[in-house]
């Protein structure tokens, strides 16, 4: 596609509830990352995918939180038994092989725990 | 550890020039980032230096300093929609380590 794309944009859900965000990064982007948002806050590094590998997953805050990235492309994050502290922006970015570092965003879940 | 400093929050006057600092204590170095938040937005790339010097585009400019581990944003001819959150990112050994922000305030 055009550029990432992200859903759902809102999720509101309770607190124990399991929610997946899906990442669909640009067409021919090898590397996707995670991060994580609070308000006012910086970025927070959860994960990042090389292909469908995921050579780094030192973000993950805790055993409740996973990722899969299937087909090179399309990427889940899982947060399981959501808790309050969980409410954030959950963005998503990709970028090329040959420019690893210029990173283009989707414009975000906004996750609420209720 | 890993640290990028950055002012909390600035404010300047439509029309006139900014600069945003950002200093650095990294284990590795493989180039600095500086990438603009809109509000309820998510971050665009902005620059990009990885040597020493000025990098000029257009209204904005970034500069690095590696020995000092400082980088600034300029800002000129600032217009109101610069009113935004600016994020300084270093790679370090090949992950990316972002700085909190600074919010710019522009007032008329």
């Known amino acids: 596609g055009a550029g990432v794309s992200q859903s759902p944009s809102n999720k509101v859900t309770e607190k124990g509830k399991d929610v997946e965000l899906r990442c669909d990064p640009i067409s021919g982007h090898t590397a996707l990352y995670w991060y994580r948002q609070s308000l006012g806050q910086g970025l927070e590094f959860l994960i990042y995918f090389q292909g469908n590998s995921a050579p780094d997953k030192s973000g993950l805050p805790s055993d409740r939180f996973s990722a899969e990235r299937t087909g090179g492309s399309v990427s889940t994050l899982t947060i399981q038994r959501t808790q309050q502290e969980d409410s954030a922006v959950y963005l998503c970015?990709?970028?090329?092989?040959?420019?690893?570092?210029?990173?283009?965003f989707g414009s975000g879940t906004q996750l609420s725990v209720l | 550890g890993q640290n990028i400093d950055q002012p909390t929050e600035m404010t300047a006057t439509e029309g006139a020039i900014v600069q945003i600092n950002c200093t650095y204590q990294t284990s590795g170095f493989n180039g600095l980032f500086w990438y603009q938040q809109h509000a309820g937005e998510a971050p665009t790339f902005l620059s990009y230096n990885v040597l020493d010097g000025l990098e000029e585009k257009g209204r904005f400019s970034s500069f690095l300093s590696r020995s000092k581990g400082y980088s600034y944003l300029l800002l000129k001819e600032l217009q109101m929609k610069d009113s935004a959150s600016y994020l300084c990112?270093?790679?370090?050994?090949?992950?990316?380590?972002w700085g909190a922000g600074t919010k710019l305030i522009i007032k008329p």
């Open positions: 970015a990709s970028s090329r092989r040959q420019d690893p570092d210029k990173l283009f």
């Open positions: 990112a270093v790679n370090s050994n090949y992950q990316l380590i």
